[in-house]
């Protein structure tokens, strides 16, 4: 038998794809522009991780930001619910307690105003009676202790 003269055509396959190694220098400092954009960009890859496994995600705010060093961001992850939201256990909570200090159980998630600073109810906390509710500063996130009657007060306060 005689060997084919007849030659395979070069193979034209491509080199498997590499990660974009370059490496961005770190900034001196963080801002507040460049915190918001690798907050949305973390969230957003969250929320693609969390998909792949049929869960949704929920949060991605930041706290304890410290503009020389770092910040934290907590995210939550779970089975999403018939809306479409996550099961919170201090929302549901919240809205058990909620009567009990004077508050309505819609009043979990807003927002209230005092000393020029705003801030998020978060929840009730039942063992602290002095300063059951726990709220966060929306400027960073960091967790604060109200009385329910502040807390009143302030949600009936005019919005200025």
Request: charged residues 25%; hydrophobic residues 35%.
């Amino acid at each position: 038998m005689r060997k084919s003269s007849r030659k395979k055509p070069p193979t034209t396959a491509k080199p498997p794809a590499q990660a974009d190694t370059t490496k961005v220098p770190p900034p001196r400092n963080l801002t507040p522009a460049l915190c918001e954009r690798l907050r949305r960009d973390l969230l957003k890859a969250c929320r693609a991780v969390a998909e792949t496994h049929g869960l949704t995600v929920e949060g991605g705010e930041l706290s304890d930001i410290d503009l020389r060093h770092g910040f934290g961001i907590a995210f939550r992850v779970g089975i999403p619910m018939a809306d479409g939201a996550i099961f919170s256990p201090d929302k549901a909570l919240f809205e058990a307690l909620a009567s009990s200090f004077g508050l309505q159980p819609t009043d979990y998630g807003r927002t209230f105003r005092t000393q020029g600073e705003a801030f998020r109810i978060t929840a009730i906390n039942p063992n602290r009676p002095k300063y059951p509710v726990s709220a966060e500063r929306l400027a960073d996130g960091r967790s604060y202790k109200f009385t329910a009657e502040n807390v009143i007060m302030y949600l009936r306060a005019p919005s200025t």
